[in-house]
């Protein structure tokens, strides 16, 4: 059921069932994560590979030093300038932390999200939500509640509906397990926002090597359409697509070879932030069209255009 009523999600939470919330990157699947149980049914609903932890989620840094997490000088450097906001922070665990939520390691996923609903539920709740995104493992992050709806609908007791996502790209993580902080994912914060803070850090990450095992499920491919998706240069692969039906993701471009009903803008007047919260909604978009294939842009590598290349590279892994 989808509403707005923060009372019924939160006597949800406590009983330990699942509320789909509203954040500013994607719509989280949460609940307790200090309930096993109800960590458990995260796993079940979105089918997702028990190896591949979760996100912890309150609406202050008090409380989870509370939590015996012990955060560092930088971790908290950033947190007064990203925090709330689409930064997540993974930090060695403490014996609170559940190894349900953090897959069997020594470290935990920490955020604050700046959504309103998100923050005042959150600020209610004496424990964590373990929340990741609302979709089914593997298929395209919910930017909104009929998103959720559509795919978990039946296995949530309750969809807190808070909108649109603003950001509408999942969260950038960054480690501070060794000497150097590393991003481990890029997403809603940009590396030159991080880095305008405490300096060089390493983002040097591909997909051959280092994410695993800190990261597992962050190589496969993932947030991805059900039609075939091909990133590069679209002229050319309009060429290499005759006699199929093309839908093109591009960032300001017009593709006069293509039907204007199958060419999605993502902005117009070139701005990547607007061009990220945009991209789940069409994906989702043209999963629903008549087409055989679609054909994406890669974006500039600079700014958000960073995680939107992310996104769409992992989406087109077949
Ligand atoms: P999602 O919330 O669906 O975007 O997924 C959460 C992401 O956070 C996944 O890519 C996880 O691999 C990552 N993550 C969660 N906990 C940890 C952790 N303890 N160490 C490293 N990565 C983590
Ligand atoms: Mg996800």
């Given at each position: 059921m989808i509403g707005t009523d923060l009372n019924k999600a939160i006597n949800f939470l406590k009983q330990g069932e699942l509320v789909a919330i509203p954040t500013e990157t994607v719509y989280g699947l949460a609940a307790?994560?200090?309930d096993e149980k109800a960590v458990l049914k995260i796993y079940q609903a979105k089918n997702r590979p028990q190896f591949n932890p979760l996100i912890i989620h309150s609406n202050a840094i008090e409380k989870f030093t509370s939590w015996g997490l012990i955060l560092p000088e930088k971790l908290l450097q950033l947190a007064t300038r990203f925090?709330?906001?689409?930064l997540t922070y993974v930090i060695p665990k403490s014996?609170?932390?559940?190894d349900m939520v953090t897959a069997g390691t020594d470290a935990v996923a920490i955020r604050i999200p700046n959504h309103p609903i998100a923050l005042k539920l959150l600020s209610e709740l004496d424990f964590p939500l373990a929340a990741p995104?609302?979709?089914?493992?593997g298929y395209v992050s919910p930017t909104n509640a009929l998103h959720v709806q559509e795919q978990l609908g039946e296995k949530v007791s309750y969809i807190l509906d808070g909108g649109e996502?603003?950001?509408g790209l999942e969260s950038t993580i960054i480690s501070f397990l060794d000497n150097v902080p590393s991003i481990l994912r890029f997403g809603g914060l940009s590396l030159e926002a991080i880095e305008s803070v405490i300096g060089k850090v390493n983002s040097?990450?591909?997909?051959?090597?280092?994410i695993s095992p800190v990261a597992?499920?962050?190589?496969?491919?993932?947030?991805?359409?059900?039609h075939k998706l091909i990133v590069g240069d679209v002229e050319k692969n309009i060429l290499q697509s005759a006699s199929q039906k093309i839908a093109i993701i591009s960032f300001h471009k017009k593709y006069n070879e293509v039907v204007e009903a199958h060419q999605f803008i993502l902005s117009k007047n070139k701005n990547l932030e607007e061009a990220a919260q945009k991209l789940f909604s069409v994906m989702r978009a043209i999963d629903k069209?008549?087409?055989d294939v679609i054909l994406a842009e890669e974006f500039p590598e600079i700014g958000l255009g960073r995680a939107i290349n992310d996104r769409l590279k992992r989406a087109s892994i077949k």
């Open positions: 307790n994560a200090f925090s709330p906001g689409p014996n609170q932390i559940p995104s609302a979709n089914p493992s996502c603003n950001v040097s990450f591909n997909n051959q090597h280092a597992p499920g962050m190589l496969s491919r993932h947030y991805a359409t059900k069209l008549d087409v």
